[in-house]
């Protein structure tokens, strides 16, 4: 079985319903989807803050990575990390933009706008990130 299929099944198994390989439509008014994370985390809010936490300071790392890439390989395993941390979350807008990022060239034409929106859809999330962890 598909680690896909399997993920869409215990999912489902959790209340969730999506199928394999579809990501749930994005809120366009929030950088992070909060109703997905506190179903990942079962509503658990410590463990919510102590995600939000940690994709604060790892946003930060996959950003310095894909920003010093040399080669396609090291562009798309820095791009691919933000993706998968992005979609843990719920970030949709910066899962979709991450994931356009993974397939460009590392060196090609657009280089400079990915990474500034990139940038900008990072500081969106974190500023999220600041608005519900102070609340």
Request: aromatic share 6%.
């Amino acid at each position: 079985m598909k680690p896909q299929a399997t993920a869409a099944m215990a999912a489902r198994g959790a209340g969730l319903n999506f199928q394999a390989g579809e990501t749930p439509r994005p809120d366009a008014r929030r950088p992070l989807d909060l109703v997905h994370l506190s179903k990942y985390t079962l509503g658990n809010r410590a463990l919510e803050i102590e995600l939000l936490g940690l994709f604060r300071a790892q946003a930060g790392i996959y950003i310095e990575r894909i920003e010093s890439a040399v080669t396609a390989l090291d562009w798309k395993n820095a791009t691919h990390s933000l993706k998968g941390s992005a979609k843990g979350l719920g970030a949709w807008p910066l899962a979709a933009l991450a994931e356009e990022a993974e397939w460009m060239a590392v060196d090609g034409e657009g280089r400079d706008d990915i990474l500034a929106r990139l940038r900008d859809a990072i500081a969106a999330v974190n500023s999220f990130i600041d608005s519900v962890v102070d609340a």
